[in-house]
Every structure is written in structure tokens, then in C-alpha cells.
């Protein structure tokens, strides 16, 4: 296309036309938010723009409105744009402008967070740790120094909103923002300052002027015209603290996050739905997932302390973008099925009726012919059947039937209709599975520091990490020199508030530890050689993270805060805890950033060493064929941090096991808990680390550097795609049965195909059962070969089991993609 000045004229003139969206007035009553005057139900769900790549966006937020969604919801994390004072950063992950473009593109509303305190399991609760140099300040409280940080950084935020015409009014995509965060939760310790505080937090917010109503979640005392919100798995017993308010759930826990040392918990699809169903039945109108798309916590600003580099919460769409089944799938079919009655849920007369033993009826009526019905048994033991209007209904324990017109059942909770997947990690195809990865090395220079040169300051004490490196670096460098009278043997002795310590005496790496079980307080105890004459002690401290929760949480302390440090000889014990200290921030590979892999620096071939602490290591890899995320396995290593061609993909630590117990089984009834579902006990916390595919370079090697610390072996190391392995679904007479694999991968074979109670579970199901090998050769006709296939099935489908018939109405298949 020859493009003029004049048809740029031509097409900017147009686009403007078209594109000038329109403004939408959001206001609220009691009931609902309402959108250009309409009462609405608002399905929500979070996705934290910094947790994903800007190339992954688009993909999220399609399968989010496929998913029903209809907003989505992020908080602002202001240490990632405002990692040294004034100074801003809104590139890559970090472009929120792009994020929210991005949202109104898909179609979809937007719910911002300010905060601009997150929580979020992220890095000092989101609050920048250069905050701690003002003089004076305190953290989420009626103190100047705070106000003034926060008002400077939310306004800009806002101001930066309003500028791309990002607000509702505008005609942008956001229609409502959030001030502060469960501040409730910790305010008492505050006293009168908190309550002050609060209603400057009010008052700041109707400051900002963005035409829209404002939240405050966890808030019971939120002042007017603040809508307090509820957090938590269940929300239907949360009333708000004003009748104005309607009653919105800001997080919806869909899952939990992951720690390292723990296993991954999971909840059910069953139990989830339920807990949304019950909150629509009680009158809810808006509800927001925490998280629709968990992600990945990446470098710059990464998870609190605790929490794995996986932030992939059990979420409707895992850490890589994949739709988990079926509890993507579960959740569209409930979203749908409340849209179905939106207009009776937010107008209609409520009627309740309680039948006893937890089961109740709701009927939202709107006029004689339009109403809207929720069957719910909340026993968690006993199935039901209730008759209802002339009808039986059969309620399932702890579930919840929707019937948009009261008379048929669309819907209920506990009868899973959507394919399970079964996700696996495949082999990186793109090379010969027999080659292996070519690596080389270098070592960590740490000759300066473990002699004690090169700090950047002195002092006669043992400071604090957070007040000393500002969470410019995970490392800090402890080091001193002590005068020993003769040749011996002493134990080092220093306690510390951890997460991590190695210890050197006179350039020797002496001990390494770290607080296991989440209790990162400990004390490192290691006897060392001393030589007559000085000798030099240097203590690398690492934080995984800062403290993200609490009253006064950026008061607790990370690294060796007053020791003490001792050295205990024979009868003696020297303490070091004030001599004199000098500090350095940092590795001198993060100076020098070893990670870009400049061709100038030096690495070696030849015998790769292995348990090896400080090693930087290095290979080249061929993107994986296909569409599929990619993960690296990066089982073998001990402890670091992870490059791919420059991008930080997080920290790694795949030596720390989960414990052995709280993989109990799952039972969805009853209420959940996060210990309640788990899997992964005993295993690695986190083996496979997220490489987004947009930090490959396709057609050329990329560039995979480890950094370890602790001591590891880069033999096992492999990239592997991430995609459907095994899909299982079922079907009652007269409905679709539908199967589908991902990432243009195709169904090689139907494994199973059953009618009744089958034995097993999705990827063991067993044979024995009643199997129909006309049923299983249909499907196998219809099926294998295609990347996803629909079955209707009709009576001539079903009662026919090999040689038997069966009373059952329904088929169970499995297949493998
Ligand atoms: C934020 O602080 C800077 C000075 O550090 C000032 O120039 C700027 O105007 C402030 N912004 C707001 C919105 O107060
Ligand atoms: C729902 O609203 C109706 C009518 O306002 C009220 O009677 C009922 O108690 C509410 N139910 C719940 C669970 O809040
Ligand atoms: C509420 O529903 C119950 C059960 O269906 C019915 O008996 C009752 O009359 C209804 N009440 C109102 C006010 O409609
Ligand atoms: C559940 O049902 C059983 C038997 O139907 C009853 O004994 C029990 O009290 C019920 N539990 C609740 C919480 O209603
Ligand atoms: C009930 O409301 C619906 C939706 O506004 C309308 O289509 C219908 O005619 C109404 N029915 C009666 C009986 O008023
Ligand atoms: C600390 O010292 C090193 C080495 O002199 C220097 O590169 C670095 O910039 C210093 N860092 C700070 C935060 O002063
Ligand atoms: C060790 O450090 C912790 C945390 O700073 C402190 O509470 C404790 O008193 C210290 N222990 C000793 C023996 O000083
Ligand atoms: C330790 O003290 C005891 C008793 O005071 C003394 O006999 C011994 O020689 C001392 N040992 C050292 C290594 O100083
Ligand atoms: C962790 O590292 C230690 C020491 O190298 C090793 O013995 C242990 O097997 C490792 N554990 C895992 C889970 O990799
Ligand atoms: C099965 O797939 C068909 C066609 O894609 C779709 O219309 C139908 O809703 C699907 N059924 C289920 C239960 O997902
Ligand atoms: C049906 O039964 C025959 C004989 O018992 C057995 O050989 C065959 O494998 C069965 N087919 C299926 C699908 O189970
Ligand atoms: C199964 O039921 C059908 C219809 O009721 C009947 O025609 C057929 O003979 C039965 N087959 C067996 C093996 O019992």
C-alpha cells in the first residue's frame, strides 16, 4: 500500500471517527452496579499484567471473554514502576497502558486496584523498599511521609488512566477502582491512626476525581461513599456496611498460592462453582476470581517471600496460558447460566425457602413470567432430592442447581459435563532427543569479597539487609577481619533472620544454609581453620523475597540484624556482632551482568564442574516446534537464577523438596481449605520454569544461563512444550460429548469408552466395566485424527455394553492426544 500524506489524513480521520468509544456511566444502588443505568451481574476475573508477557495478553484475554468474563481486574504494582524514587519504568510487563488497551480490544471491562500497598504474595507488598530511606516513614498509616508517597504515585497512575481515556466515562474500559487493600485486616494495631487514615484514604480517592465508584476490600468500616468488599473462598454470608452498597466479592480464591516447601494445592472445580452459585443466591452481583491467570512471578519485583516462582494458583488458565479443564470449562457453563436470569437476579423479588438439613430454595422473581431459581443443598454429606413447584430435582451434596425459567435445570455444581485435560511436558522436538544440551561455565568472581574489598560502606554493627541494599539485589555481603592469637579451630556462629546464608573464612566457603519449613530465622553453626594473624570472614545473605503482610510488616527484618556473630574456640568466644563491617550490594555477575551473555566474556568448555556453588552455566537450545508453551526443567540444580536470552524467567530452586505430608486425597464437599487438595508432596516445589515463547528467537540458538548458587548438576536440564495429554469427558443421552487436544495436536487414540460408574479416574480409567466396543469403534472412527471431535448421543449409542445391556444414560471416554 502507497501511503500519502493525505490518505494518513484520510485514515486517522476515520479511525478517530470509528474509534471515539463512547462514554459509560457507571453508578450503583443497593443491589447491583449499574452500567448506563442498568443494574448488571459483572463476572470478573484477576490477570497481573507484570505475571505474563504483553505477547500473551491477547491470548489470555480472549479465552477470559470466551470463559464468560466480562471485566478483568490487576492491581497496580508500584516497586516495578517506581523502582528508584522518581524514577519510572512502564516497558515490557510493565506497560499497564498497554494492558488495559489490551482489555478494552477483547471487549472487556477493567477493575483497577490501586492499592497502591498489593499484598499479592509480591515483593514488599508491592510498597518500593527505597521508601525506608525517607526519615520519618511509616508504612499504611496516618503519617505524613507515607501519604505523601502514596497520593504521588497513585495520582500519577491516575493521571496517566485519564490521559489515554482509559475510565468508563472516557470511554475506556474501567469502571471501577479500588483504594488501599484489606486494610481491615491490620488496622487495629493502628488504633486512631488507622481510622484516620482510612478516611484520608476516602478522601484522597474522591480526590482523583475518575467518575466512578470506588471499593475497599476487607473493609467493614469503609466510610461513604466507599463500597466495602469481601476476599475469601465463600462469600455469601458477607453483608455490606451500608445499604447503598451492593455486595460485590473482590477475591473469589479460586486456588492458593504455591511456597516453596509446600505442595501445590489445588480446589476443585465442584466446590468453586458452588461457592459462586451460593453467593448469586444470596443477592451478589459482582464477583471477581483472584486469579483468572496466575502466572509467573519474573524478576524486577518477585514474589514475596515463601512464594514460588509459579504464581499459577490452580487458576482457570495455568501459569503458561493453557485452559485448565475442567475447571475453565465448569465455570463458563455457570457464567452463562447466570446470565441467563441476569435480569431477575437484579431486579427481581428474592423469595427464600429453607427445606431443612441445608437445603434451600431462592426464587428471584421480575414479573409473573420472568423469574429466576437456585436449588442449593449445602449438606456436605447427604445427597437430596426436593420437590419443588411440581418438580423433583436431585441435589447432590454441597452443590447448587440453576434453573433460569424455575423449571429446568441448566446448571448444577456438582455434575461436571466439561472435558478433563490431563496437561503433560513433552520432549523440546526441535532437536535429536539423544543430543544433549552443550554447556559451558564460568565461575562467580568472589575473590574481593570473600578477602572483604570492594564494599560500599562501613559500620560498626550488624545491619538490617532491607535498610542497607533497598532491595537492589537478592544479595548482600557481610564482611569483617578478626585477629586470631594462634592457629585453631573455631566454630563460626551467626544468627540470622535469614532467607539464606553462605559463610566464608579467608576465601573458603565454610557453610551454606537456609530456615527451612518457612521459618527463615536461624542460626548457622560451622567450625572453620583460623590462622595465626588476621583472617577474613565474609557472609553472603540472600533474601527470596520481602515480607508482603502484616501491621507494620516493613519493620520485620531480612538478613543478620545484630548477629550476633561469634567465634567460639576452646574456652573463648570472640563476638564479632560489633566490629567492624563493611557492605556490598550485589554479585559481581549482576555488575557485570553475566546474563547477557556479552561474546566478550570468558566461558569455559570442556569438564563442566557439578555441585559447585556460585557457577554461572550456560547452553544453547532450538526453540520447540509447535505453539505450545514452552517450560525448562530444571530438575538437578540447587538454588539461583534463570536467563533466557537476556529475560529473566525468575528464581529457581528445585533442591527444595515440598513436605512429604498434606496430600490427603480430595473430597470437593465441605468447605475448603488450602491444605485440603494437594498434590506434589515430596517432590521438588518447583522443577519447571515458564520460558513465555516471546523470549525465543525461532530459527537461531538461544541462550539459557543458570545462575547457582548453592551447588547443582546441569546434566538433566531440558526444555519441554506444555499441552494436553489425556482428555476425558462425558455425556448423558441426548447431549454432546466433546473431546479436544491443544496446540494443533491431534486425538492418536481412544483409550476407554464406558458406560455407568467406570472405575478409576481421568488417565486411569480401568477396563472391566461396561465397555461397548461398537461405542468405542465410533468414536475411534470419529475421533482419532482430529484435533477435537463432538458426539451426539443418541439412544442407538447407548444401553449396549459388550453382550449386556445397562440402565445407564451416560458415556464416559478417555482419549490420548
Ligand atoms: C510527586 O513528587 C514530585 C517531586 O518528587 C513532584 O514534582 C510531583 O509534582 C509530585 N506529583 C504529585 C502528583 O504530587
Ligand atoms: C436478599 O435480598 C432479599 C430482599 O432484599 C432479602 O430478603 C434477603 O434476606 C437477601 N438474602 C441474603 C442472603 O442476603
Ligand atoms: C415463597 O415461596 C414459598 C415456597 O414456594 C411459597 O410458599 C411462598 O408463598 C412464597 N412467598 C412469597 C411472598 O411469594
Ligand atoms: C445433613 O443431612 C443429614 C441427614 O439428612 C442431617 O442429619 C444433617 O443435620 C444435615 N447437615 C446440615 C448441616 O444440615
Ligand atoms: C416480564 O418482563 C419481560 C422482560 O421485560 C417481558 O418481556 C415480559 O412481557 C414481562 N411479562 C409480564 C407478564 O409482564
Ligand atoms: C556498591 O559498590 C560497588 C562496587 O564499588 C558499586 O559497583 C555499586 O554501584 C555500589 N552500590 C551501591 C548501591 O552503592
Ligand atoms: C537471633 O536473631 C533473632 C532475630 O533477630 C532474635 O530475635 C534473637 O534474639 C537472636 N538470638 C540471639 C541468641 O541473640
Ligand atoms: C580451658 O580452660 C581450662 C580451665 O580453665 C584450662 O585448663 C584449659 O587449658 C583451657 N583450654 C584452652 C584451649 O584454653
Ligand atoms: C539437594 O542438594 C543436596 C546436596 O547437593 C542433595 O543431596 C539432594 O539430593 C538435593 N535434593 C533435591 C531434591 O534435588
Ligand atoms: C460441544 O461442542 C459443540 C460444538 O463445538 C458445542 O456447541 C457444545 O456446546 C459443546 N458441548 C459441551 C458440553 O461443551
Ligand atoms: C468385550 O468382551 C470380550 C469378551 O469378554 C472381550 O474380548 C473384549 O475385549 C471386550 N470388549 C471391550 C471393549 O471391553
Ligand atoms: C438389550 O435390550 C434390547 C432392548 O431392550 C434388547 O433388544 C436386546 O436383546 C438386549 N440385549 C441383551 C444382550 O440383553
Sequence with gaps: MVCSKRSWLVALVLVSLCCLARSTDVSHDGRAIKINGERRIIISGAIHYPRSTPEMWPDLLRKAKEGGLDAIETYIFWNGHEPRRREYYFEGNYDVIRFFKEIQNAGLYAIVRFGPYVCAEWDYGGVPAWLRKIPG????????????EMANFTTLIADMLKQERLFAPQGGPIILAQIENEYGNIMGPFGDAGKEYIQWCANFAESLNVGLPWIMCQQSDAPQPMINTCNGYYCDNFTPNNPNSPKIWTEN???WFK??????????AEDLAFAVARFFQANGTLQNYYMYHGGTNFARTPGGPYITTSYDYDAPLDEYGNIRQPKWGHLKELHAALKLMEKALTYGDVNNTDFGNGVAATK?????TLSGCFLSNANQSSDATLEYQGAKYFLPAWSVSILPDCKQEVYNTAKVTTQTSIMVKKPNKAVDEASDLKWSWRPEILGS?????????????????ITTAFDESDYLWYMTSVDISHQQQMTLRVNTTGHVLHAFVNGQLVGSQYGPNGNWVFVLEQTANFKAGKNHISLLSVTVGLKNYGARYELDPAGIVGGPVQLIGGNITIDLSTNEWSYKIGLDGEKTKVYLDNPDRKWYSGMIPTQRPFTWYKTTFETPLGLDPVVVDLVGMGKGAAWVNGNNI?????NYTASADGCNGCDYRGAYKAEKCQTGCGEPSQRWYHVPRSFLKPGEPNALVLFEEAGGDPVQVNFQTVTVGTACSSADQGKTLNLSCQGGLTISNIDFASFG???????GYERGGCESDEVYSLISEECVGKESCSIQIGENLLGKCNGSNTSSKSLVVQATC
Design 137 to 148: 516513614m511509616e508504612f499504611r498509616t496516618n503519617n505524613q511521609q507515607w501519604k505523601d
Design 259 to 268: 511456597a516453596w516447601g509446600k505442595p501445590d494445592p489445588h480446589r476443585p
Design 253 to 255: 480464591w479460586l486456588g
Design 757 to 763: 460408574d467406570p472405575k478409576g479416574t481421568c488417565g
Design 364 to 368: 428471584f422473581s421480575y414479573n409473573e
Design 449 to 465: 569479597s570473600v578477602s572483604g574489598l570492594g564494599g560500599n560502606f562501613t559500620e560498626n554493627k550488624l545491619s538490617d539487609q
Design 650 to 654: 525468575g528464581r529457581f530452586w528445585p
